[in-house]
Nanobody
Framework: QVQLVESGGGLVQAGGSLRLSCAASGNIFRINDMGWYRQAPGDQRELLAAITSGSRTNYADSVKGRFTISRDNAKNTVSLQMSSLKAEDTAVYYC???????????????WGQGTQVTVSS
């Protein structure tokens, strides 16, 4: 099986910074794209940032210039450095990874359990 475990959420004041991390473990042959999403109460889950296995990145307009995604392929981890946080960034943050468990097996989406980020104004 595959597990994604997130860490690093919490409470921060507006203008502050937080770093989220996510580690993938289990039967992993290859990881393709990795990304971070968030979901606020009553809202749909939205993609914030994505990174390919070759470290090409893509960001939502709402976080561009404030958030930075990175990954360590040797450790199967993905991180999200968040700065200049705003009250509207308050949400549950989820990591996502497209993982093939075995050679010849297709890629499947896996999700972390979610970590709460609360930004006080």
């Amino acid at each position: 099986q595959v597990q994604l475990v997130e860490s690093g959420g919490g409470l921060v004041q507006a203008g502050g910074s937080l770093r989220l991390s996510c580690a993938a473990s289990g039967n992993i042959f290859r990881i393709n794209d990795m990304g971070w999403y968030r979901q606020a109460p009553g809202d749909q889950r939205e993609l914030l940032a994505a990174i390919t296995s070759g470290s090409r990145t893509n960001y939502a307009d709402s976080v561009k210039g404030r958030f930075t995604i990175s990954r360590d392929n040797a450790k199967n981890t993905v991180s999200l450095q968040m700065s200049s946080l705003k009250a509207e960034d308050t949400a549950v943050y989820y990591c996502n990874a497209r993982i093939a468990q075995y050679s010849g097996m297709g890629f499947m989406d896996y999700w972390g359990q979610g970590t709460q980020v609360t930004v006080s104004s």
